[in-house]
């Protein structure tokens, strides 16, 4: 079966990075794309960007660009978010999602991280 | 970027009712418009994607409709599962922007 998971949770001080790893199983890896999407606590859903497995290549929300770097090992079938310059605000749960190609909805995701940045 | 907005935020019915909420975008989106429903301390899960299609292994009580800029969820026969949030998402056009979510609560 399908299965996206992510990294444990972290906690960073103010300035920092932190990266988040999906490993992907179940499917073929390359055939999708994967969107990261986070959640600040009580609060929404927040679309950071996607990236193509195939490709490599990325598209990110205009918040977040700059800050945010996606990526993948093919050969270990898991994606990376990257994040840097981590405020208080970056406090939040980080999900990797699963998307096809069109109509790019999120049919599996991972079971989310929680970075939390404090000083 | 295009805004959604999500009515009622919040809203209470008993189990067994029926229940519709409702998502507008701030300009045309055809049909990319996918529903999400998200329990405490789990991930969204995909109810509808297509404004209409219902995913595989979700119960046929959910149901979606529209296109354009307006679009419903609906849900008939509540059973006690389905009391959470429930979110839209438009991925028409990057950024692809959720709206802000309806909770959905026991009466």
């Known amino acids: 079966q399908v299965q996206l998971v992510q990294s444990g949770a972290e906690v960073k001080k103010p300035g920092a990075s932190v990266k988040v790893s999906c490993k992907a199983s179940?499917?073929?890896?390359?055939?999708?794309?994967l969107h990261w999407v986070r959640q600040a606590p009580g609060q929404g859903l927040e679309w950071m960007g996607w990236?193509?497995?195939?490709?490599?290549?990325?598209s990110y929300a205009p918040k977040f660009q700059g800050r945010v770097s996606m990526t993948r090992y093919t050969s270990f079938t898991t994606a990376y978010m990257e994040l840097t310059r981590l405020t208080s605000d970056d406090t939040a749960t980080y999900y990797c999602?699963?998307?096809?190609?069109?109509?790019?909805?999120?049919?599996?995701w991972g079971q989310g991280t929680l970075v939390t940045v404090s000083s | 970027d295009i805004q959604m907005t999500q009515s009622p935020s919040s809203l209470s019915e008993s189990a067994g009712g029926r229940v519709t909420i409702t998502c507008r975008a701030s300009?045309?989106?055809?049909?990319?418009l996918h529903w999400f429903q998200q329990k405490p301390g789990k991930a969204p899960k995909l109810l509808i994607y297509?404004?209409?299609n219902l995913q595989s292994g979700v119960p046929s009580r959910f149901s979606g409709s529209g296109s354009g800029t307006d679009f419903t969820l609906s849900i008939g026969s509540l059973q006690p599962e389905d009391f959470a949030t429930y979110y839209c998402?438009?991925?028409?056009?990057?950024?692809?922007?959720f709206g802000q979510g309806t909770n959905l609560e026991i009466k």
């Open positions: 999602a699963r998307v096809m190609t069109a109509p790019q909805s999120a049919d599996s």
């Open positions: 179940g499917y073929s890896f390359t055939a999708y794309f």
């Open positions: 990236i193509n497995l195939n490709t490599g290549g990325t």
């Open positions: 300009q045309s989106i055809g049909s990319y």
């Open positions: 297509a404004a209409s």
């Open positions: 998402q438009q991925t028409y056009s990057s950024p692809f922007t």
